[in-house]
């Protein structure tokens, strides 16, 4: 109900209670008159009833000219005083207040005016000289960032759920795919998880292996692992931890590196040195035993000099055989019986690719011999460990198990190439026949972690300066329940469409998407979502005008079919916020049936929450709202631009909310839930 509403109620309720009053002595009166007064009243009222109804009307008019005068000259002006000066103490110290009124609500309006401006100049001030303060360490922020930028290595820094908090643009180069159609998240951006765009079990692994080694006395601490990442990408990965004063972790800092390229070198090399040994063996250019040997060793040492190492951790053996019978028959349903295992005993290796090389051998001996369960012995050396791999039945072919070591992994290199740099060696058993009843694999065996001096010294995050606006290791991932969640510490997809109409039900369709996040009260400009979309039909005139896309621009783009699944990868679990968002959201949901894709995040629309903030303002269409609260608009109807406007109007609303009582998600729903603006539909 507005403030309007509200006056006018309070005095039809008046007037009603004033009228009855009247009524009711009228009536005492008139019950002890005589019957001779009653008879001269009735006259009275007969021969002047045009004239009494006349008097009754002039009176109405003239209460209602009186209350509608006090209502704008008193009662509307001050309600509008009370909410501009909020917005100025807020949100906008350059608003000023203007209002038509009674010369004390004049004189009241300029002296909060003058107030506003001394207001605004202390700010201005104090602005300043914090600029001032900042100039050198706004340089050695800058240093930092050309440095990040420049690093050989990508660099991920992320709080200890996982939430990336800073990154450099090597690390956005290898973690986004070449395939924009992938159906993962694969958006790096503040606020997200990094286990979206990589196996979280590996980084657990990583982290729990530092967990070790702070408790040892040598400080250098750190895990190395790779892994392939959802862009395609092949990665090796050094993950340093972050901690407090009292040795908590924190967070932890993922340094990265693209080793696709290099393997992909070896194994050309390894290939095309096999391909010469057997053009010369065909042309009988090599003699058996002499120059044969001497080629294969030259071509050894060719292929050293070219191979990758990477660093190898030592992991628990028990852990590292459990893993692999679970995952062995969770995939392919294949039975691994261990038999013998060391206790205590840990094997040096990297934990993904060793563990997919052995159930890549498991899956293709079950291909080759048909059988789904195998035996598993392990025992323990002089500094290393063996793996006697056997089965009843079906022999296995030497030539199957050549074939098996020249065979890529899913997302990684040969079977051969991950032995060897796991510093494993695979053996067929018996090696004199050309089928096999088993298989011997041998390991280097690990020892206790320790730190190495390849390795580096913990980042202890209170001994550094603060070189960038987040405050890195405070944030937390969202609560369970998101309603209860507070405004502030939530985070926001803000997001807007332009379209080639108003009417979603009768054909219209989507052409433009454009979406930004706001993470940590903070707009991410570099994580901002931008498309647009062939609507494969005419773009009317009139929409035109509006947003300035014609059907050329948007020829031979994608479809919604393809661009929505992607929105909705880059929306996450965030908020939707928006500005008259239930038409976004309206368009969004008739296209639920062709793309399959469903937006069930909780929404906000600015447009409801300023007219649940300031009732006593009519006018709650973006222009409106940005010149009260003191934002630029720039890039008017076009997604992305609508997308940031919207975005910085609400962050100028959230203290006003704030200071009204708002809170939280779900306080702000209500709110808007009880707004006239709430009641429209699409």
Same mark, same amino acid.
């Given at each position: 109900?507005?403030?309007?509403?509200?006056?006018?109620?309070?005095?039809?309720?008046?007037?009603?209670?004033?009228?009855?009053?009247?009524?009711?002595?009228?009536?005492?009166?008139?019950?002890?008159?005589?019957?001779?007064?009653?008879?001269?009243?009735?006259?009275?009222?007969?021969?002047?009833?045009?004239?009494?109804?006349?008097?009754?009307?002039?009176?109405?008019?003239?209460?209602?000219?009186?209350?509608?005068?006090?209502?704008?000259?008193?009662?509307?002006?001050?309600?509008?005083?009370?909410?501009?000066?909020?917005?100025?103490?807020?949100?906008?110290?350059?608003?000023?207040?203007?209002?038509?009124?009674?010369?004390?609500?004049?004189?009241?309006?300029?002296? #909060?005016?003058?107030? @506003?401006?001394?207001?605004?100049?202390?700010? /201005?001030? $104090? %602005?300043?000289? !914090? &600029? *001032?303060?900042?100039?050198?360490?706004?340089?050695?922020?800058?240093?930092?960032?050309?440095?990040?930028?420049?690093?050989?290595?990508?660099?991920?820094?992320?709080?200890?759920?996982?939430?990336?908090?800073?990154?450099?643009?090597?690390?956005?180069?290898?973690?986004?795919?070449?395939?924009?159609?992938?159906?993962?998240?694969?958006?790096?951006?503040?606020?997200?998880?990094?286990?979206?765009?990589?196996?979280?079990?590996?980084?657990?692994?990583?982290?729990?292996?530092?967990?070790?080694?702070?408790?040892?006395?040598?400080?250098?601490?750190?895990?190395?692992?790779?892994?392939?990442?959802?862009?395609?990408?092949? #990665?090796?990965?050094? @993950?340093?931890?972050?901690?407090?004063?009292? /040795?908590? $972790? %924190?967070?932890? !800092? &993922? *340094?990265?590196?693209?080793?696709?390229?290099?393997?992909?070198?070896?194994?050309?090399?390894?290939?095309?040195?096999?391909?010469?040994?057997?053009?010369?063996?065909?042309?009988?250019?090599?003699?058996?035993?002499?120059?044969?040997?001497?080629?294969?060793?030259?071509?050894?040492?060719?292929?050293?000099?070219?191979?990758?190492?990477?660093?190898?951790?030592?992991?628990?053996?028990?852990?590292?055989?459990?893993?692999?019978?679970?995952?062995?028959?969770?995939?392919?349903?294949?039975?691994?019986?261990?038999?013998?295992?060391?206790?205590?005993?840990?094997?040096?290796?990297?934990?993904?690719?060793?563990?997919?090389?052995?159930?890549?051998?498991?899956?293709?001996?079950?291909?080759?011999?048909?059988?789904?369960?195998?035996?598993?012995?392990?025992?323990?050396?002089?500094?290393?460990?063996?793996?006697?791999?056997?089965?009843?039945?079906?022999?296995?072919?030497?030539?199957?198990?050549?074939?098996?070591?020249?065979?890529?992994?899913?997302?990684?290199?040969?079977?051969?190439?991950?032995?060897?740099?796991?510093?494993?060696?695979?053996?067929?058993?018996?090696?004199?026949?050309?089928?096999?009843?088993?298989?011997?694999?041998?390991?280097?065996?690990?020892?206790?972690?320790?730190?190495?001096?390849?390795?580096?010294?913990?980042?202890?995050?209170?001994?550094?300066?603060?070189?960038?606006?987040?405050?890195?290791?405070?944030?937390?991932?969202?609560?369970?329940?998101?309603?209860?969640?507070?405004?502030?510490?939530?985070?926001?997809?803000?997001?807007?469409?332009?379209?080639?109409?108003?009417?979603?039900?009768?054909?219209?369709?989507?052409?433009?998407?454009?979406?930004?996040?706001?993470?940590?009260?903070?707009?991410?400009?570099?994580?901002?979502?931008?498309?647009?979309?062939?609507?494969?039909?005419?773009?009317?005139?009139?929409?035109?005008?509006?947003?300035?896309?014609?059907?050329?621009?948007?020829?031979?783009?994608?479809?919604?079919?393809?661009?929505?699944?992607?929105?909705?990868?880059?929306?996450?679990?965030?908020?939707?916020?928006?500005?008259?968002?239930?038409?976004?959201?309206?368009?969004?949901?008739?296209?639920?049936?062709?793309?399959?894709?469903?937006?069930?995040?909780?929404?906000?629309?600015?447009?409801?929450?300023?007219?649940?903030?300031?009732?006593?303002?009519?006018?709650?269409?973006?222009?409106?709202?940005?010149?009260?609260?003191?934002?630029?608009?720039?890039?008017?109807?076009?997604?992305?631009?609508?997308?940031?406007?919207?975005?910085?109007?609400?962050?100028?609303?959230?203290?006003?909310?704030?200071?009204?009582?708002?809170?939280?998600?779900?306080?702000?729903?209500?709110?808007?839930?009880?707004?006239?603006?709430?009641?429209?539909?699409?």
């Amino acid at each position: 109900m507005t403030q309007t509403n509200r006056f006018w109620k309070f005095v039809l309720i008046s007037l009603t209670g004033i009228l009855l009053c009247v009524a009711g002595l009228l009536a005492h009166i008139w019950l002890n008159l005589t019957l001779e007064d009653k008879t001269a009243l009735l006259n009275i009222f007969q021969n002047h009833i045009y004239t009494l109804l006349g008097l009754a009307f002039i009176v109405a008019g003239a209460l209602w000219v009186v209350f509608d005068i006090t209502y704008n000259r008193y009662i509307l002006p001050l309600k509008r005083m009370s909410a501009e000066a909020g917005m100025i103490y807020a949100s906008n110290p350059s608003h000023r207040i203007r209002v038509k009124g009674s010369s004390d609500i004049r004189n009241m309006a300029g002296i #909060i005016n003058d107030f @506003a401006d001394m207001f605004e100049n202390l700010n /201005k001030t $104090i %602005t300043e000289q !914090i &600029l *001032a303060a900042r100039k050198e360490t706004e340089k050695e922020r800058n240093l930092l960032a050309a440095i990040m930028g420049e690093l050989p290595q990508g660099i991920v820094v992320c709080n200890k759920n996982g939430r990336i908090l800073l990154f450099n643009s090597l690390a956005k180069t290898i973690f986004s795919p070449s395939d924009r159609t992938a159906s993962q998240e694969l958006f790096l951006g503040l606020g997200r998880s990094i286990f979206h765009l990589m196996d979280k079990a590996l980084v657990a692994h990583a982290l729990d292996e530092i967990i070790e080694q702070i408790n040892s006395p040598d400080l250098s601490v750190g895990s190395f692992f790779i892994s392939p990442v959802a862009s395609g990408t092949l #990665i090796s990965a050094e @993950a340093i931890p972050v901690l407090d004063n009292e /040795k908590r $972790i %924190t967070g932890f !800092i &993922l *340094a990265v590196t693209d080793i696709s390229k290099g393997i992909e070198k070896y194994q050309a090399i390894d290939r095309y040195l096999k391909e010469f040994g057997k053009m010369l063996n065909e042309h009988n250019v090599l003699i058996p035993g002499h120059l044969g040997a001497a080629f294969e060793k030259t071509a050894a040492r060719i292929r050293s000099k070219v191979f990758s190492s990477l660093p190898l951790s030592s992991l628990p053996l028990a852990t590292f055989l459990s893993g692999i019978q679970k995952k062995t028959g969770a995939l392919h349903d294949i039975r691994v019986n261990v038999f013998n295992p060391p206790k205590q005993a840990r094997i040096l290796a990297d934990t993904y690719s060793m563990t997919t090389a052995l159930i890549f051998i498991f899956s293709r001996l079950n291909r080759s011999t048909g059988v789904d369960e195998f035996d598993l012995h392990v025992s323990q050396a002089p500094n290393t460990i063996e793996f006697n791999i056997s089965w009843e039945g079906s022999l296995c072919s030497r030539k199957d198990i050549d074939k098996m070591l020249v065979n890529r992994l899913e997302g990684m290199p040969s079977l051969g190439y991950v032995l060897k740099f796991n510093n494993a060696r695979l053996t067929p058993l018996p090696r004199e026949t050309r089928a096999c009843s088993g298989l011997f694999l041998t390991a280097r065996a690990g020892t206790a972690p320790r730190g190495s001096g390849k390795q580096h010294l913990p980042v202890i995050s209170d001994s550094r300066p603060e070189f960038y606006d987040f405050n890195l290791f405070s944030l937390k991932d969202m609560p369970e329940n998101l309603l209860d969640s507070p405004l502030k510490k939530t985070t926001y997809t803000v997001f807007d469409t332009e379209t080639t109409g108003l009417n979603p039900d009768s054909g219209d369709e989507i052409i433009s998407i454009g979406g930004v996040r706001i993470v940590n009260c903070r707009i991410v400009y570099q994580d901002a979502f931008e498309e647009l979309i062939d609507p494969q039909r005419e773009i009317p005139v009139d929409s035109y005008k509006i947003h300035g896309i014609n059907y050329e621009m948007v020829r031979g783009k994608e479809t919604i079919e393809t661009v929505l699944p992607r929105f909705r990868q880059f929306v996450g679990n965030t908020v939707l916020l928006g500005h008259n968002l239930a038409f976004d959201m309206k368009m969004l949901k008739v296209k639920e049936a062709s793309t399959q894709v469903r937006f069930e995040n909780p929404v906000l629309d600015t447009l409801l929450l300023s007219a649940a903030l300031h009732p006593v303002h009519q006018q709650h269409d973006m222009e409106n709202i940005a010149r009260r609260l003191g934002v630029s608009i720039l890039g008017r109807h076009t997604a992305l631009g609508d997308a940031i406007t919207t975005a910085e109007i609400f962050l100028k609303l959230l203290p006003i909310l704030n200071s009204n009582g708002i809170l939280t998600l779900k306080d702000a729903l209500n709110a808007s839930q009880k707004t006239y603006y709430a009641r429209l539909k699409y």
